[in-house]
């Protein structure tokens, strides 16, 4: 069971700067550009997502990397598409098969929860940061930390994605709870660590 974490004074703070970076660069892009960078990384998770038959996601937030592109792709080559719902804002979610059509308890669109629970091969994981061993720096709340490990011990592939200033160089401080990503995907390229 994965509480919910405590506030580190680090964690905080590096969350803060990472998440002014990330803004920051998302508005210094106008839409051709930012359009473009999407479609970039969408071309670099091609081969994980042609290897993939369920593949979850998310909804982007308004700084985050959209994955739609690359989810669009693997929806015509007939890829299972799946994103996080939750039930309530307290309960870890589960990934549901189908098209976000309802709003969840965190400003992000969600699947009908009538749709199909289904368990990934390949996750698409939203993030603040990432450092260069694959520890993920999130919103805080824990909710991936939840769902995570349980997919990486069914042998799904969890692949971060963000711009390229969300790659730090600093070593974010991981908790016992924290499941390491397998690899980092941005418009410039994928990282694999594992």
């Not at 803060?16 to 892009?29: C, M, N, Y």
């Not at 390229?164 to 016992?176: N, W």
């Amino acid at each position: 069971m994965v509480p919910s974490p405590p506030i580190s004074a680090d964690k905080v703070l590096l969350r803060r700067q990472a998440r002014t970076r990330r803004r920051d660069f998302v508005e210094s892009l106008d839409v051709e550009t930012r359009a473009a960078l999407e479609t970039d990384l969408a071309r670099h998770l091609a081969p994980s997502i042609e290897r993939s038959r369920v593949i979850g996601a998310y909804c982007p937030l308004a700084d985050e990397i959209s994955p739609l592109p690359a989810l669009a792709a693997a929806a015509s080559r007939g890829s299972t598409i799946a994103f996080p719902a939750f039930v309530a804002a307290h309960l870890p979610f589960r990934f549901l098969a189908g098209d976000p059509v309802e709003p969840g308890p965190f400003f992000a669109m969600q699947p009908a929860l009538t749709a199909n629970e289904v368990f990934p091969d390949l996750v698409l994981v939203p993030l603040v940061a990432i450092d260069r061993a694959g520890t993920r720096l999130g919103q805080g709340k824990g909710h991936y930390d939840r769902v995570l490990g349980d997919l990486k011990r069914r042998g799904a592939l969890l692949i971060g994605l963000g711009w390229a200033v969300q790659l730090i160089d600093e070593m974010i401080s991981a908790d016992p709870w924290d499941v390491p990503l397998d690899g980092f995907a941005s418009p410039q390229g994928v990282l694999m660590w594992r």
